[in-house]
């Protein structure tokens, strides 16, 4: 089992940054690779980024060049760097985590609230 919590989320104004932070706990050794969702207000739930055991990250398009997803092996923490941020960024970000590559994630944290707003 692997325990996942988000930490970092809060306020900010429009073109402000802020990191998001996610703690891992358990088997997290299995783990193939880790990531971030997003759920703003009447919508879907969408994925916003990943990053393998390897440390290759990969982004969804209207995040690429802003936001960066990094890992800290020592501490079992993955980070999301996200700048110049937008309202339609306002959104629950979710960590998650794969054992294996497919489709849906094997585990979810509990989601931290990331409000942009002048």
């Known amino acids: 089992q692997v325990q996942l919590v988000e930490s970092g989320g809060g306020l900010v104004q429009p073109g402000g940054s802020l990191r998001l932070s996610c703690a891992a706990s358990g088997t997290i050794f299995s783990l193939y690779a880790m990531g971030w969702y997003r759920q703003a207000p009447g919508k879907q739930r969408e994925l916003v980024g990943t990053i393998t055991r390897g440390g290759s990250a990969d982004y969804e398009d209207s995040v690429k060049g802003r936001f960066t997803i990094s890992r800290e092996n020592a501490k079992n923490t993955m980070y999301l760097q996200m700048s110049s941020l937008k309202p339609e960024d306002t959104a629950v970000y979710y960590c998650?985590?794969?054992?294996?590559?497919?489709?849906?994630?094997?585990?979810w944290g509990q989601g931290t609230q990331v409000t942009v707003s002048s």
């Open positions: 998650t985590a794969w054992l294996q590559r497919k489709a849906v994630p094997d585990y």
